[in-house]
C-alpha cells in the first residue's frame, strides 16, 4: 500500500487486542475505500496464508468476531486519525 492508501483506510485499527481479526479488519477497511487486492496470474506466482497458530504470550481476543462485524462503521475514526503517543526521545544520525 502506498501512503495516501494506508491514510485513506486510516491505518489499522487500534481496538484489537491480542490474537486474531486485525488482517481482516485492514481488508474490510480497503474494500470500503474501494481499493482492489491485485495479485500476479496464477502463472507467475502463489499466495498462501501461513498457516500459524495463537501465540503463547498473545492470548486470542474473546472480542475479535464483534469488532470485526463493526469494523466498517467505525474505520474512518479508528486507527491512524485517533491514536495517541508521547514523544519521548528524538535521536539525530
Known amino acids: 500500500m502506498t501512503y ?3 491514510s485513506k483506510v486510516n491505518g489499522y485499527s487500534n ?3 491480542g490474537w486474531g481479526a486485525e488482517d481482516d479488519d485492514i481488508l474490510k ?3 470500503q475505500e474501494k ?3 491485485i495479485r500476479y496470474p496464477l502463472e507467475i506466482s502463489r499466495y498462501d496464508m501461513i498457516k500459524h497458530s495463537a501465540d503463547k ?3 486470542i481476543n474473546s ?3 464483534e469488532l ?3 469494523a466498517v462503521h467505525r474505520y474512518k475514526v479508528d486507527g491512524l486519525s485517533s491514536i495517541e ?5 528524538t535521536k539525530k544520525k
Open 35 to 37: 481499493y482492489e487486492i
Open 4 to 6: 495516501e492508501q494506508y
Open 63 to 65: 472480542d475479535r468476531d
Open 68 to 70: 470485526l462485524s463493526q
Open 57 to 59: 504470550g498473545n492470548p
Open 85 to 89: 503517543f508521547k514523544m519521548l526521545k
Open 15 to 17: 481496538m484489537y487486542e
Open 29 to 31: 477497511r480497503i474494500h
